[in-house]
């Protein structure tokens, strides 16, 4: 079998597992069909055992960022296995006010293991830390996909989907308040869209996942829901490149500050402490 008919084999059957297991996908922009995963694996079918003895769906087993860790590191789902030291799943509080979001490891997360460790990572921790955030403290940061993309390219339409359901579960575990988009592929991959960096950055979009919401924003299907406000900026290494660039990112920064500041009193005392 060639490699491409492996990767499309290896997909088809993690879209069928994953909608075997609970799992809800919808329609991606990059014309895949992208996913939201919103429930653990089931359990307590073996031997035939119901799950649930009311309505006799079984149970499902909490799904939780240890396993998405776990399922990261022996990821076999697309090519970037072949070639990775190490996976990166991701790295931060459990209760994060933001979840940064990158486009995926280069070298020396690759060899760490850990997420934006080497130059753009140094800046994103500057970047968060001129805000009042560190991933030590109040953010988890995590990327699209989970391997690095070799010669430092964008990560294929394909790798992207294969990825997205762990973020996805990340996001749906962690529930920040505020989804951080580093660069144009992370946004493009959360927001479904085809839209440039340039539009997406200087306003907050909205993540939104599952059910239905009436006018209250309350849920009115069975199926977990939950909405997120998104801002998106210029990657780091955008920044590296282009010190233009550098004064936009900010203008992003201080609207994520200000709208952190709005969400959550704890931060806006914090941050009002800093010189
Ligand atoms: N760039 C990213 O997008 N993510 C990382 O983790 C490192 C560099």
Redesign the pocket.
Known sequence: MTAEGKTAASQFLALTADYLTGGYRRPHALGFEGDVFLAGPLTGTENGEAGDALNNSPKREADSLEKVAEEVQRCAGCRLCEKRTRS?AGEGVREPLVLVV?????AD?DAAGR??V?K??QLLDRMLASIGLSRQKNCYIA?VVKCRPPQNRDPAPDEIVSCSRFLSRQIALLKPKVIFC??RIAAQTILHTATGIGSLRGHFEEYSTGGVFNETDRITTGIAAFRIPLLATY?P?ALLRNEDLKRPAWEDLKLLRSRLAELDSIYARETAEQP
């Open positions: 990166v990158g486009e995926g490891p280069g997360e997420p934006f080497g753009a990572g990327n580093a660069g990657h290494s």
